[in-house]
């Protein structure tokens, strides 16, 4: 049963959580000042619906907290999303309190309290916070080197922004706020007149957290850097738990969690060592994606570690915590139970409900452990049907996520075969993607005596499912399935690596295990050191592959965008010239502005010939049309506004003198510096 040894007092216990909310908040001050702390309070109260379910699960132990947060988050989110689905003609903010009261009014007054709780852990010990806290704060430290800059202002008051934030960060301000609008289904940013098709749930919290769009509580920019540190605590400690649970021994749960978080991957080395060889000076590292080496230098799969979870993709770190929080809880049920497995599914069906892919994954692993553990303990099989009580939940996530469309009806091609990218050069790219780790997970899958082989099954069959799927399967994405699969090993390899080095100090060999931890952690550093800081580093202004490291939004852009905000109608459509700005910059006006445009070229979505027929059409409308088939054409696309501004060029300046010479049809409405907004009247 969860408890506290005698050693470690109730006293002791609030003291540290009192510390840990303390550091939380001023980690958000840094973030976002005072409205980052009131974000960081709302966020907590969102979270707090799903602390009775956390304490069934695994009473006040820590894992109960960590498990009923995450729990709370999802079901928080589908409180949110029934509120805006049944359109209640109150007030948005007391539409969401209301949902959120009865919310936790429900999950507070159903579920029983008292009662030992239905998965029983080991004995949490100071030792344990200690390694814990060591965890927490590697986690925030990594997160926050590379996130301080983000938005960051230079001397002449710009933004800047550092690829790769500019492809993830800025995709997910443009779903924020399309869901912020409160249409159900959200539109399309970038094809206006059709619902957008992508998996948006984990956004629902920050939109309604920041507050109405006329008197926000916070950004939007900052409410995503809240929530995104979060998520990715409650990340990080999940590995951590589970590592724990397997071992049995905290610092050795926290240096394989460790490990599995800073040095997994062996890419940096490589670059350095090519770099010291050729005598390339290393000011140029400022210029390698140094987490995708495997694909630049060898065009083989691409694996993003753990931070790049934190810093660029917190939507696929709430959705893997939530498939931790069963896995943590299917290995410390022996035998199941009926309620412990309900809630289960509940986590499995949160993960679902976040990301579909990643949800039937973490539902897949858990039902190969749940195989296995009944014919290594001869339970009799009759025992499977409990587990429908698991599948009820998963069921209701993917009813949702379809009523939703979240599955887009065109559909991704799905091609089953030795991938084209793990064709090239296989064992090596592998070997550097997951070699500064490797060697732990091989220790974890020895035979060791004294530890539950049953406890790794997870692990292991995590290990083979993304093996398999990073190359036995295909997406038009051909990087999306090598960044998912790598997630799943790398989130579950610290269970294998606790197991192999809490087996070889049992085994009275604790210093060859500190020699290997060593060894890893010098190999794979690198790597992350390298990542962290070009992840900052908003100084380079060099030109990358087809994009510029760091980009600016000037003064004058953020007061257009300003202008947009509080002077047009939240559906209005407001069109750039997509063409002209490609990669680089491609989703400004519904990620700063939060309006629609009625064609665009997004590079997080799914290919659709229609972006690019629509695109093409309105290059035309900027840059060819006289200014009465130009108005035509705009009112044929529901264009309310034109935005041009510097990256236009010439072409740009010119296109605003040939439509304003009919201010009937056309007519400024802002100017400032190189940006002019038009009406289309």
């Known amino acids: 049963m969860s408890r506290l040894r005698a050693g470690a007092s109730a006293s002791q216990a609030s003291r540290l959580a ?20 009131a974000y960081l309070a709302l966020l907590a109260l969102t979270m707090a619906p799903g602390l009775p379910i956390g304490w069934r699960l695994f009473g006040t132990h820590p894992a109960g907290w960590v498990s009923g947060a995450l729990i709370g988050y999802i079901l928080s989110t589908l409180a949110f999303w029934v509120a805006i689905r049944a359109g209640l003609p109150v007030p948005l903010p007391l539409t969401f309190g209301l949902a959120w009261a009865l919310l936790a009014g429900a999950t507070f007054g159903l579920v029983r309290r008292g009662r030992p709780p239905l998965v029983d852990l080991p ?22 080197v590379a996130v301080r800059n983000v938005g960051a202002r230079d001397a002449t008051g710009a933004e800047q922004y550092r690829a790769y934030f500019t492809a993830d960060f800025f995709w997910h301000l443009t779903v924020a706020n399309e869901v912020a609008h409160f249409d159900m289904p959200p539109r399309n940013p970038f094809l206006a007149s059709e619902q957008i098709y ?37 990340l990080a400690s999940m590995m951590f738990l589970l590592a724990w649970r397997v071992s049995g021994r905290p610092w050795v749960a926290a ?35 140094i987490d995708a080496v495997t694909a630049w230098e060898f065009h083989g799969l691409r694996i993003d570690n753990v931070p790049r979870l934190l810093w660029y993709t917190p939507h696929h770190a709430a959705s893997i915590a939530l498939g931790l929080v069963a896995l943590l809880a299917s290995i410390g049920q022996a035998p199941a139970t009926a309620a412990g497995t309900l809630l289960t599914g509940l986590a499995l069906a949160g993960s679902v409900a976040i990301n579909p892919f990643l949800g039937a994954m973490f539902c897949l692993i858990y039902g190969v452990a ?57 064992v090596v790219t592998f070997l550097l993607s997951f070699g500064g780790l490797l060697p732990l997970v091989i220790l974890g899958m020895w035979p060791w005596r004294g530890f539950d082989g049953r406890l790794a099954i997870p692990a292991i069959a995590a290990l083979v499912l993304g093996i ?20 799943l090993i790398l989130v579950t390899a610290p269970m294998l690596a606790a197991r192999g080095l809490a087996g070889l100090a049992a085994a009275g060999r604790p210093a060859l295990g500190t020699a290997i931890v060593v060894v890893c952690l010098l190999a794979g550093l690198p790597t992350t050191a390298i990542d962290a800081y070009n992840a900052q580093d908003v100084a380079n202004r060099r030109q990358g592959p087809g994009f510029l490291w760091t980009i600016t939004m000037t003064p004058a852009q953020q007061s257009g965008f300003d202008w947009l905000r509080q002077s047009t109608a939240p559906g209005a459509i407001v069109q750039v010239d997509p063409v002209v700005r490609g990669r680089q910059n491609w989703c400004v006006i519904p990620a700063f502005a939060g309006r629609r445009m009625s064609g665009g070229l997004p590079i997080s979505l799914l290919d659709n010939p229609e972006y690019k027929s629509r695109s093409n059409e309105v290059r035309r409308l900027l840059l060819e049309m006289p200014p ?27 296109a605003v003198l040939r439509l304003t010479g009919r201010p009937d049809l056309f007519s400024v409405v802002f100017r400032r510096a190189e940006v002019a907004i038009l009406q289309v009247r």
């Open 18 to 37: 009192a510390i840990g909310a303390l550091a939380l908040a001023a980690l958000a001050f840094w973030l976002g000042g005072v409205a980052g702390v």
């Open 123 to 144: 004995a949490w010990t100071p030792r344990s916070a200690a390694a814990w806290a060591g965890i927490a704060l590697v986690t925030a430290t990594i997160f926050m």
């Open 198 to 234: 992508y998996y948006w749930t984990y956004w629902i919290v920050p939109a309604v957290l920041r507050g109405p769009d006329a008197a926000p509580i916070v950004s939007m920019a900052v409410a995503l850097k809240v929530n995104a540190l979060a998520i990715g605590l409650l």
């Open 255 to 289: 240096t394989a969690t460790a490990v599995a978080v800073l040095a997994p991957s062996l890419e940096g080395l490589y670059t350095l060592v090519q770099y010291t060889r050729a005598g390339t000076p290393l000011d140029a590292l400022r210029d390698v994606n």
């Open 370 to 426: 749940a195989v296995v553990d009944l014919v290594r303990r001869r339970i009799p099989w009759s025992a499977l049907l409990l587990q429908g009580l698991a599948v009820a939940p998963v069921v209701a996530a993917l009813a949702f996520c379809l009523m939703n469309g979240m599955n887009d009806p065109t559909g991704s091609p799905v091609t089953f075969g030795l991938s084209p990218d793990g064709r090239h050069a296989p």
């Open 468 to 487: 398999g799927l990073m190359y036995g399967l295909t997406l038009d994405d051909r990087s999306w399935i090598g960044f998912r699969a790598g997630n």
């Open 628 to 654: 009465e088939e130009a108005h035509a054409a705009a009112r044929r696309l529901a264009i309310n506004y034109l935005w041009l501004d510097q990256d236009d060029g010439p072409s740009g300046r010119d």
